[in-house]
């Protein structure tokens, strides 16, 4: 079946602009989590959704960072200002309920110029 | 906090020739300890999840073992397709419906003919 989708695969943006990252998570799956992964680095938490709230939202590093989860199903991480500090590469992951295993999609590369 | 370390950073194997990756944490109230696989420009893939100290899990070459400090991944008999990066992650106690996983930085292993 399919797996977790993410759109766009890279984006390159200039410092200041606004960005919006899609996650499609898998079907059925009704927690929904976004991380972010530096060079060299293992992924850092930022936001988890249990349905179409934030149940946690405790990694956002700032409040230029946002997240939405509508219909409880796709999310969209958006980011206001961007700086070139936030550069990186966005993870989002789903699993059946909190507590399993959480499924990883590929990722966006984003890059700030 | 919860905090995991994992060694060494970087393993190069002769193929066939096993080894042990090692991941020690501390966390408060033990959920769950997942180990993922990461290949260059994907995501993290989900290998095992390890719930209480003494258990064991195996998937072809692989087999992770969980004490109360810390896991190790065992690879029995590499080949250069088991190349990729080991990452470890813990699930400690509910804070708030939070859900999150903490990572290590990984475990960089390279297989040779």
């Known amino acids: 079946g399919a797996g977790v989708s993410q759109t766009p695969s890279n984006k390159v943006t200039e410092k200041g602009k606004y960005v919006e990252l899609r996650c499609d998570p898998i079907?059925?799956?009704?927690?929904l989590y976004w991380y972010r992964q530096s060079l060299g680095q293992g992924p850092e938490f930022l936001i988890y959704?249990?349905?179409?709230?934030?149940?946690?939202d405790s990694g956002l590093p700032n409040d230029r960072f946002f997240a939405v989860r509508p219909e409880g199903s796709v999310s969209t991480l958006k980011i206001q200002r961007t700086e070139r500090g936030d550069s990186a590469v966005y993870l989002c992951a789903s699993s059946l309920t909190r507590g399993n295993e959480q499924f990883f999609g590929p990722g966006t590369r984003l890059t700030v110029l | 906090e919860d905090q995991v370390t994992q060694s060494p950073e970087a393993l190069r194997l002769q193929e066939g020739e096993s080894s042990s990756l090692n991941c020690s944490y501390t966390v408060s109230g033990l959920r769950g300890l997942f180990w993922y696989r990461q290949d260059p420009g994907k995501g993290p893939e989900f290998l095992f999840t390890l719930y209480s100290a003494g258990e064991e899990k195996e998937k072809e070459r692989l087999k992770a073992t969980l004490t109360k400090k810390e896991s190790f991944l065992h690879i029995t008999a590499p080949k250069p397709e088991d190349s990729a990066t080991y990452l470890c992650a813990v699930q400690g106690e509910l804070r708030g419906g939070g859900n999150k996983l903490t990572f290590g930085t990984g475990t960089q292993l390279k297989v040779e003919l």
């Open positions: 079907s059925g799956h009704t927690a």
């Open positions: 959704f249990q349905g179409t709230g934030a149940a946690d």
